[in-house]
């Protein structure tokens, strides 16, 4: 699951550089659409969501679900074949969501965003 408790985990960094709360959700979301633009090349097809009341991030792709054999674009559309192993009832022609977990970005990516809040 893709939502974690961020803002607890930044508290330091905000107190320390007197970030208000909106600006600093406004910080991580940037963060981390530069990491989704480097790992998938493109911030287009997914939505960050910083969530201010409970200091929760959840990251959701969305995609076009296309007929086996008729995906053109990987980021934007997926196969039906692969849409029903998540959701049987799914089909073509309907929007796909689902959230990416932030262990898909890696130790490294964390840590750079962890970094990059670090220097605000």
Known sequence: ????????AFQDFKDAENIDRPTMMKVVEDVFKTLLRKK????????????????????VRHRTIVEDGEVEDPLAQVAYSEAIK??????VGEDLYEEIDLVD????????????????
Do not use: C
């Open 40 to 59: 998938y090349g493109t911030d287009d097809n997914f939505d960050v969501i910083v969530n201010a009341e409970k200091g929760d991030l959840e990251i």
């Open 1 to 8: 699951m893709a939502s974690i408790n961020l803002i607890e």
């Open 105 to 120: 970005f890696g130790r490294r990516a964390i840590l750079a965003a962890k970094q990059t809040l670090a220097a605000v």
């Open 86 to 91: 998540l959701e049987p009832d799914y089909e």
